[in-house]
């Protein structure tokens, strides 16, 4: 699956307020950010979501999500977690500005791709299927939708 066809279907799931237009989806990308690092095994469904908020993220800034040929190769699960968390934080900084004067975007742009590419590596090293992750992620959110269940919380959905 190309991540701009990944990034279209996100967007037939994104249901929040448009007042929540860039804030929603990097306080939600932030909060998966931290739910994959916190567990111990590699888990596709939470990169799926890390995925999904960023195709919304960069839709939200109105631009298409990409890979960085910016990221450093990541050899450990360890560093990608620690690469994650960082890359996590400047863009709450960087989102922070551009809600505040519309600056930044480009470097808020560069982050996530840095994002998608850090999580394409972490499944090489996991030998997980990127397209599994983006499909199942897509999957999983078209049955919520059908369920009327998008807005609800937790996995058990």
């Known amino acids: 699956m190309e991540l701009h066809e990944y990034q279209t279907k996100c967007l037939e799931t994104a249901i929040y307020p448009e007042q929540y237009k860039i804030a929603y989806p ?4 932030i909060g998966e950010i ?5 567990k111990s095994k590699v888990d596709p469904k939470e990169l799926g979501d890390i995925m999904w908020y960023c195709a ?3 839709n939200d800034l109105g ?11 990541i ?12 890359i996590g934080l400047k863009i709450a900084e960087k989102v922070k500005k551009v809600l505040r004067d519309k600056s930044e975007i480009s470097g808020v742009l560069i982050n996530i791709n840095q994002i998608v590419t850090v999580i394409k590596q972490i499944c090489e090293l996991n030998s997980i299927d990127f397209n599994f992750v983006l499909e199942s992620n897509i999957m999983k959110l078209q ?12 996995d058990d959905r």
Request: glycine share 18%; aromatic share 4%; charged share 15%.
């Open 26 to 29: 990097c306080l939600g990308l």
């Open 34 to 38: 931290g739910e994959f690092v916190e």
């Open 56 to 58: 919304i993220l960069t």
């Open 63 to 73: 631009a298409v999500l990409a890979f960085s040929e910016l990221t450093p190769k």
């Open 75 to 86: 050899t450990t699960i360890g560093l990608s977690k620690g690469m994650l968390t960082v």
């Open 143 to 154: 049955s919520r939708k059908q369920r009327g269940v998008l807005g609800g919380s937790g």
